[in-house]
């Protein structure tokens, strides 16, 4: 895997780590770590904690920094849950990009260019296995595996619970950190230690909507060797449930990309 630094790439690895919602608060975590608690009760109540809604609407502040370089972006992001994520580059629609369950594709207004592929590319990108249910999860601060797919043993720290399976897959190591207040992810890591990968998510802050909760301010820091990106996520303004469109088509005459 190597990083990328163009601004269509880059939009697309947003998307994977922020949602939000309108008329929020940011929450204070004062829960307290219950040695007494079982695994089976801390995965039921981190999968009650997951939200609902039919579609998404809000505008992003990211910030980028890669090898001592640093960009700013704001970007518009839809979602129609488990069916579509559209983002575009604001205040002027250059770049557009839209994921599904079967699809990734991009265009690029600078420069005449897109993609149009599957989720082979963000797999590649971040360098773990992806598919649409683990992205929207990631977004919305939920464990990125389901958590009744395998036996899970279970730690604490001082401020989070920790989750990791009995048996750590061949491939890769997943160690998912479970906040005690409301049981969302305060982080997220997959280790690939062979190949020297590393996708670390952590949820800094999150903000209560209507009682849900959704992360509010999130850092995302891929490695692999001696490559790193990081991402910070501030959210802007954001609404629920309102009927949006999904505008989406490639302009005649672009570029394909081969990536």
């Not at 109540?45 to 001592?68: E, P, W």
């Not at 992360?215 to 449930?241: F, G, H, M």
Request: charged share 25%; with cysteine.
């Amino acid at each position: 895997m190597k990083f990328k630094t163009h601004i269509a790439v880059t939009v697309l690895l947003l998307i994977i780590i922020a949602s939000g919602c309108k008329g929020s608060k940011t929450l204070v975590s004062d829960g307290q770590v219950d040695s007494g608690l079982k695994v089976k009760q801390l995965i039921k109540n981190s999968i009650n904690a997951n939200i609902d809604f039919t579609t998404l609407i809000a505008r992003l502040k990211i910030g980028t920094a890669q090898k001592g370089s640093s960009q700013n972006y704001t970007v518009s992001l839809k979602i129609e849950k488990d069916k579509q994520i559209l983002i575009t580059s604001t205040p002027v629609s250059i770049v557009r990009a839209l994921i599904t369950p079967t699809r990734v594709a991009f265009y690029n207004k600078w420069d005449n260019t897109y993609f149009d592929g599957d989720f082979d590319y963000l797999s590649n990108l971040l360098g773990t296995d992806l598919d649409f249910d683990k992205v929207q999860n990631m977004l919305l601060g939920q464990s990125l595996f389901n958590l009744n797919d395998d036996k899970y043993q279970l730690s604490a720290n001082d401020k989070s619970y920790i989750l990791e399976p009995k048996k750590q897959r061949d491939l890769f190591e997943l160690f998912l950190f479970v906040n005690p207040s409301h049981f969302k992810m305060d982080s997220q890591e997959i280790s690939q230690p062979k190949n020297k990968r590393i996708l670390h998510i952590d949820y800094l802050t999150y903000q209560e909507v209507d009682n849900k909760t959704i992360p509010e301010q999130t850092k995302i820091l891929a490695v692999e060797d001696e490559d790193e990106l990081e991402i910070n996520l501030e959210l802007k303004s954001v609404k629920l449930n309102e009927n949006i469109r999904f505008p989406f088509k490639i302009p005649s005459g672009f570029t394909k990309i081969e990536l």
